[in-house]
């Protein structure tokens, strides 16, 4: 069973940068994907950045090369940086863990406003 505990979240100012984290309360070594995932009150959940276990990372076309998606294994921690923030993405952005045998874990969602 895996934990995801998401922080990081807030207001910011366009421009400005946020680095979110995803602590996961038990082994993350098994996942065949990582993910941060964002959404939008009466909006689809929609996928931000993922990491694959092969190491090959994908982010979506609103956020590539402003957004980086990467893990700490010592820490058991994923994370998002968050550079050039824009208004259009404010959204509760969420953790997701994919394992190699078909559990998906959640967390809970960390709030990130960008308006100055």
């Known amino acids: 069973q895996v934990q995801l505990v998401e922080s990081g979240g807030g207001l910011v100012q366009p421009g400005g940068s946020l680095r979110l984290s995803c602590a996961a309360s038990g082994r993350i070594f098994s996942f065949n994907s990582i993910s941060w995932y964002r959404q939008v009150p009466g909006q689809q959940r929609e996928s931000v950045a993922t990491?694959?276990?092969?190491?090959?990372?994908n982010y979506a076309d609103s956020v590539k090369g402003r957004f980086t998606i990467s893990r700490d294994n010592a820490k058991n921690t994923v994370y998002l940086q968050m550079n050039s923030l824009k208004p259009e993405d404010t959204a509760v952005y969420y953790c997701?863990?994919?394992?190699?045998?078909?559990?998906?874990?959640w967390g809970q969602g960390t709030q990130v406003t960008v308006s100055s």
């Open positions: 990491l694959m276990s092969t190491g090959l990372t």
């Open positions: 997701n863990i994919k394992t190699i045998i078909g559990s998906n874990y």
